[in-house]
């Protein structure tokens, strides 16, 4: 199963965490990996290389963590969309991918 966990404070989405597999098919032919793959990449791309945030980024053996340094006001509309899209992805694939909200002190 795919575990996303989306950060969030009192100023909004903060980051995300995704971990794991979804296991619906064969290496390089699962689409669930493949669609939450393609949401992870182009939300940082974006909020990296557009928005120019600054960010802590960790990526390890298909995990990737992701948190917000310096510009969090302007990437909320992105954030907010990547979990609408990881959430609706959830909703059709409940077996494969599971999402989280958590509660970050002091960010």
């Given at each position: 199963m795919i575990k996303v966990t989306i950060f969030t404070s009192d100023n909004g989405i903060t980051g995300f965490e995704s971990r794991g597999h979804s296991y619906f098919a064969d290496?390089?032919?699962?689409?669930?990996?493949?669609?939450v793959s393609s949401a992870v990449f182009m939300t940082v791309n974006?909020?990296?290389?557009?928005?120019?945030?600054?960010?802590?980024?960790?990526?390890?053996?298909g995990?990737?963590?992701?948190?917000?340094?310096?510009k969090l006001s302007e990437a909320q509309q992105?954030?907010?969309?990547?979990k609408l899209?990881?959430?609706a992805l959830a909703a059709d694939y409940p077996k494969n991918?599971?999402?989280?909200?958590?509660?970050?002190?002091?960010?």
């Open positions: 290496e390089g032919s699962d689409i669930i990996c493949a669609a974006t909020l990296t290389d557009i928005v120019k945030c600054q960010a802590k980024i960790d990526v390890s053996d995990n990737m963590s992701f948190h917000i340094v310096t992105i954030l907010e969309g990547f899209h990881i959430e991918i599971k999402v989280t909200l958590r509660r970050c002190q002091n960010a």
